[in-house]
């Protein structure tokens, strides 16, 4: 039982472009919400978060939409460089769980 | 800064064998997790530790055993190694239940 999915394991995009990847999840009770990015042979690294009390977070050129009608977000990446290639996890909890449940990943490559 | 370390980073075990994998995080932080990452299965959590001497089962927690007698340690054992334990394995932690976490560099093992 996939509660967190992200149903395109890959995408690839031009330089300078917008990137958009997605993430569904089914379990109504997540209230905050974590996109992770992942280099080979290292650690996901933490990229940006949202609430369930928000629909929109923004850090530079990274920003968050969350749409919980729809159990839906969305990372929007403007604009793309190479070195944003890699992998991106999402993540959800429901506070006072203790655990984050990550998506399956998507391999994004910005093309130069 | 060490930050989260992974011990071996490396190994290959035979079917049968057991080992030990050790996290160590020197931030103070609480709360402790082991994750697998596989192929199209993205990061699933194994066991994880809400404070010391406390451990819990995730998601996938058979085959795997944990300890956490110190707050800055997390150890992950394998009594009988199978194939399907092939895969890397992430530690992380952080220091609120909501908050995001910090990986280790992972291990990647192989059992043959």
């Known amino acids: 039982d996939q509660q967190v999915k992200q149903n395109s394991p890959s995408l690839s995009v031009q330089e300078g472009r917008i990137s958009i990847l997605n993430c569904d999840y089914t379990?109504?009770?997540?209230?905050?919400f974590l996109w992770y990015k992942k280099y080979p042979a290292e650690g996901p690294t933490f990229l940006i978060s949202?609430?369930?009390?928000?629909d929109k977070n923004e850090d530079g050129r990274f920003t968050v939409f969350l749409n919980k009608s729809a159990k839906h977000l969305s990372l929007h990446i403007v604009p793309s460089q190479p070195g944003d290639s890699a992998v991106y996890f999402c993540a959800a909890i429901t506070s006072g769980t203790y655990k984050y449940i990550f998506g399956t990943g998507t391999r994004l490559k910005v093309l130069a | 800064n060490a930050g989260v370390t992974q011990t071996p980073k490396f190994r290959v075990l035979k079917t049968g064998q057991s080992m030990t994998l050790l996290c160590a995080q020197d931030m103070n932080h609480e709360y402790m997790y082991w994750y697998r990452q596989d192929p199209g299965m993205g990061l699933r959590l194994i066991h994880y530790s809400v404070g010391e001497g406390t451990t819990a089962k995730g998601e996938v927690p058979d085959g795997y055993n944990v300890s956490r007698l110190k707050k800055q340690n997390f150890l992950l054992g394998l009594e009988s190694a199978a194939p399907s334990q092939t895969s890397v394995y992430f530690c992380a932690s952080t220091d609120r239940a909501n908050y995001g976490y910090t990986f280790g560099s992972g291990t990647r093992l192989t059992v043959v």
């Open positions: 949202i609430s369930s009390i928000k």
């Open positions: 379990n109504s009770m997540f209230d905050y």
